[in-house]
């Protein structure tokens, strides 16, 4: 056998993905442009990556925690504040927010500028929570609060309500 044969025999496991500019897939929630740049699909599920771009003085979700995930944000350019419990912190370009399971937080864009973070999911089952909102959105349905509510829990998510 050559080694060259030998070397292209090796090639075992998922192909690279590379999203360049402007690709993924785009989801918009009000407010917030969402670009998924890995659902999971690529990664065993075991990893999410999604850039999004938050509007001046947009209002995030309701306080909530997560079960089965980490959650990381990196702020690309602006200032989003991060409410963790009952503290608040003003995360600026280059900031490094992660939230593990169980922890109450939310986020907003207060500012006169637009803000953009990119998002992690540990494991990916989030990104798939996103979709289901759009969905809503697309079928001309408000995204009430129950609406909103129903698609938390099929993701491991719930309203932090002791904190509301």
């Known amino acids: 056998m050559t080694e ?3 070397t292209s025999e090796r090639q075992v496991g998922p192909a690279v993905s590379v999203v360049g500019p ?3 897939e785009t989801i918009v929630l009000g407010t917030t442009r969402m670009r998924v740049l890995e659902d999971g699909s690529h990664t065993g599920h075991r990893l999410a990556i999604a850039e999004s771009v938050l509007a001046p003085h947009t209002q995030g979700p309701p306080q909530h925690r997560h ?3 980490d959650e990381g944000f990196y702020i690309l350019s602006g200032t989003v504040r991060f ?15 992660m939230v593990p399971p169980g922890t109450p937080h939310t986020f907003a864009n207060l500012t006169d500028q637009p803000a953009v973070m990119l998002s992690t999911f540990t494991p990916d089952l989030y990104v798939q929570y996103f979709r289901d909102l759009q969905e ?22 719930e309203p932090a309500t002791d904190l509301a």
Do not use: C, I, W
């Open 22 to 24: 402007g690709g993924g």
């Open 4 to 6: 060259e044969a030998k």
């Open 83 to 97: 409410t963790v419990a009952d503290e608040d912190y003003d995360a600026t370009t280059g900031t490094l927010v």
């Open 136 to 157: 809503v959105l697309a079928d001309g349905r408000s995204l009430t609060p129950q609406a909103n509510l129903d698609a938390m829990s099929r993701y491991a998510t």
């Open 67 to 69: 079960g089965q995930h």
